[in-house]
Structure formats: C-alpha cells, structure tokens
C-alpha cells in the first residue's frame, strides 16, 4: 500500500492555494491594512465617546470601564485562537467571519439601547477583532516577499 506525502502546513491551509502565493495587489493590500486598522482605532475612538456614553446610557463608572476593557480583553484572548482558526479554515475564509462579525457588532453598538447591551456587543466587537488582524499579518507574509513584505509590515505596523 503506497501512501501519498504529507501535505505542508501552507499546502493543507483549508481555502488557500497549495500553489505559491503570485503575490497581493494593491488593491488587496490595501484591503488587508484596512481591516487591521479599523480595530485598532475602534479601540481608541470609544474612549472619546465616554462621556456621550455615560450621559445617554446613564452608565456608571464601572460599566464605562468595562465597555473598554472587555473589548480589549475578548481581542487579546481570541488572537492566537484567530490564527490556528486560520490555519484550520483558511485566512481569506477567517478574515471575512471577522470582519463580518466586527461590523455587526459596530452596528448594535452604535444602536444599543442600554449599557449592558453596549457591554456586550463591545466583547464581541473585541472577539471579532482578534479574529481579523492574525489572518492580515498571515497573508502580508504568505503573499509578500523581500522589500515588498517589508513596506507592507511596516505599513500595518506604524498604522496600528
């Protein structure tokens, strides 16, 4: 009974090609550095809407902590599980889950009609986050060689 190779971890990634990679375009990159970037900000963006926040919502102290931290700690506690996600079903296929994820949740946030909804869209928004950004440095280094990986990861990085 013959057996055929192992596939290579690159070769076995679920919805990539086990060819490689013909490289990302610019409009690909610019995509990719997108969708890094809008969590990131999302991060920062809600501390100025606090005191908007705490007034309308008439949230307290503690809830306004917790719609910060609980985005920042669902994105930090889901991006190594994005990454093996990726790898088990496909980066593009990850990707499109996060970021459809990520913008549903921008949407109940944005229509929350009290704090503790707001809360828990907020760690969801974080979980969907973590599940975006691993699949964009993934592909940067998958799709991009030399100068060209090299200006993209410095891009993503001074832009996050």
Same mark, same amino acid.
């Given at each position: ?10 070769a076995?990634? *679920? $919805?990539?090609?086990a060819?490689?990679? @013909? %490289?990302?375009?610019? =409009?690909?990159? &610019?995509? !990719? ?27 307290? *102290? $503690? ?5 910060? @931290? %609980?985005?920042?700690? =669902?994105?930090? &506690?889901? !991006? ?13 296929r ?26 828990? =869209? ?39």
């Open positions: 009974m013959t057996s055929s190779p192992r596939p290579t971890a690159a076995r990634t *679920a $919805g990539d090609s060819q490689p990679a @013909a %490289g990302l375009t610019r =409009a690909g990159l &610019a995509v !990719l550095i997108t969708a890094v970037f809008l969590p990131q900000v999302d991060f920062f963006i809600v501390n100025v809407a606090l005191p908007t926040i705490q007034s309308s919502l008439e949230a307290s *102290a $503690g809830a306004l902590e917790l719609v910060v @931290a %609980g985005y920042g700690t =669902a994105y930090a &506690a889901t !991006l190594v599980l994005g990454g093996r996600l990726g790898d088990m079903i496909g980066r593009r990850m990707l499109l889950i996060g970021m459809s994820g990520f913008v549903l949740t921008s949407l109940v946030c944005g229509t929350a009609p009290g704090i503790g909804v707001l809360v828990a =869209a907020r760690i969801l928004q974080g979980a969907a986050a973590g599940l975006v950004v691993p699949q964009v440095i993934a592909t940067l280094h998958a799709t991009l060689s030399g100068e060209r990986r090299h200006r993209a990861l410095v891009l993503q990085r001074c832009l996050c």
